[in-house]
DNA sequence: ACCTGAACACCGTTCAAGT
DNA sequence: ACCTGAACACCGTTCAAGT
């Protein structure tokens, strides 16, 4: 029985506490794998215990329900989000804050329905505090601010989605011109983009990021209230 | 046993075709009515049999698969879009169909989550064909079209997901002020913002919808060609 | 062709019992 | 405090049998 200083106890005691070693942060973090591997259907409370060599009953001793479960891995996943500086170059700094949102989105294709489903998620304040800031830079009130991070987040995220269930799901146009699900004589335009190539995903993205940014900037002419100030409210 | 016309007859066979007049259009009529009631959750294979009284695996000769049926329910609902007329005034129809989309989500809450679910959904290219009639009116490009079609829809189905889910499901800030699970030293704005007032959706989605159209208008008249002809290509 | 009942292979979670 | 096994109340779907 070798002697430990009580720091290195205290880990220990949190790291392993059960007769199993079985933790919180162990069955969160074997559950992220398993997401990884087999998606959220695969993820049943069972398969994740004997994963763990524990039987199901044990987990709820560290996770209240496989909803608290999945909004933990969520929230493990949203921690992963690097959230760039933001400068005074305000469109600058929003577009690579929605691109590190999207990064992580892609990087943790499974985690989307999970993060889409959970009911808490204080990680995701970090990225709305940064996208604030840069609005603020951007000369645009706080109200208006909060509106342009829902517009934003909501398109990010609905654009990965797209993109992770691969090309379109019934949403493209080539595809159900081929099932003949679609009449090219009610539909000219939808059968014309459909003739028009590959769909490339950083585009699209980088297309409405461009066209959001722009609206904003437009938006931040037309009522400009001391853009670039450092002013607080009272 | 009274004659019929041939025309009477054979509306009444695809009514009701089995020994208990089951039919495809009654089973997801039935489900749509069950899904608006309890939502996506309670509507199971055995509780619509029940509801319809017949065996649970009677559904099967009707639907080959619960996600059969839910996606029969999704192009159901989406059915039920209005598109209205797309005229010169593109910015203006970009608006009413967008409107359109939006309203038909709020008026079937718990639809969203299947539609977002569906695989298949030829319903939703009469809402593409007159957005990409409305930007081709705008001067985009068919490519660029579809890159805004995306955009926007991402955007209306995004901002309506929310607003379905109440209150914000975890990503009110005050609700997470409140909750303690955010810091207001590190998290000034998000703090600032949750004590700006009432959550307006109907104004949040304005702006979204301004903002993208006032960043599209700006993109046609950068890269202007032939805007408001009517010129296709060869 | 359409419908049924039993069965299979799963779920999340409760509960009483063990250490 | 932590873990277990049995049980409860569900699922979607397969299959063999009926009409």
Same mark, same amino acid.
């Given at each position: %029985?070798?002697?430990?200083?009580?720091?290195?106890?205290?880990?220990?005691?949190?790291?392993?506490?059960? #007769?199993?070693?079985?933790?919180?942060? &162990?069955?969160?973090?074997?559950?992220?794998?398993?997401?990884?591997?087999?998606?959220?259907?695969?993820?049943? %409370?069972?398969?994740?215990?004997?994963?763990?060599?524990?039987?199901?009953?044990?987990?709820?001793?560290?996770?209240?329900?496989?909803?608290?479960?999945?909004?933990?891995?969520?929230?493990?996943?949203?921690?992963?989000?690097?959230i760039?500086?933001?400068?005074?170059?305000?469109?600058?700094?929003?577009?690579?804050?929605?691109?590190?949102? #999207?990064?992580?989105?892609?990087?943790?294709?499974?985690?989307?329905?999970?993060?889409?489903?959970?009911?808490?998620?204080?990680a995701i304040f970090r990225l709305?505090e940064a996208?604030?800031?840069?609005?603020?830079? /951007?000369?645009?009130?706080?109200?208006?601010?909060?509106?342009?991070?829902?517009?934003?987040?909501?398109?990010?995220?609905?654009?990965?989605?797209?993109?992770?269930? /691969?090309?379109?799901?019934?949403?493209?146009? /080539?595809?159900?011109?081929?099932?003949?699900?679609?009449?090219?004589?009610?539909?000219?335009?939808?059968?014309?983009?459909?003739?028009?190539?590959?769909?490339?995903?950083?585009?699209?993205?980088?297309?409405?990021?461009?066209?959001?940014?722009?609206?904003?900037?437009?938006?931040?002419?037309?009522?400009?209230?001391?853009?670039?100030?450092?002013? &607080?409210?009272?």
């Amino acid at each position: %029985m070798a002697a430990k200083n009580p720091s290195m106890r205290r880990r220990a005691a949190q790291a392993r506490s059960g #007769r199993h070693g079985l933790t919180r942060d &162990r069955v969160v973090a074997e559950g992220r794998r398993l997401l990884r591997k087999e998606g959220m259907e695969a993820l049943s %409370m069972r398969t994740l215990a004997q994963r763990l060599g524990v039987s199901t009953m044990a987990l709820y001793n560290h996770v209240s329900s496989r909803q608290d479960l999945l909004e933990a891995i969520a929230q493990d996943v949203v921690e992963d989000l690097y959230i760039p500086p933001v400068t005074s170059d305000w469109q600058h700094s929003l577009r690579a804050i929605f691109r590190a949102l #999207r990064e992580v989105c892609l990087a943790n294709p499974h985690a989307m329905p999970v993060i889409e489903r959970a009911e808490v998620l204080p990680a995701i304040f970090r990225l709305m505090e940064a996208a604030l800031a840069a609005f603020r830079h /951007g000369g645009l009130g706080l109200r208006e601010g909060m509106q342009a991070y829902f517009l934003l987040t909501n398109f990010t995220l609905g654009q990965v989605s797209y993109e992770i269930r /691969g090309p379109f799901r019934g949403l493209d146009p /080539g595809e159900a011109v081929r099932r003949g699900t679609i009449l090219s004589r009610d539909l000219p335009l939808v059968v014309e983009a459909a003739s028009t190539g590959e769909w490339d995903f950083n585009a699209a993205f980088e297309f409405g990021l461009d066209t959001i940014i722009d609206g904003l900037a437009a938006h931040s002419r037309k009522t400009p209230r001391a853009p670039r100030s450092k002013t &607080r409210a009272p």
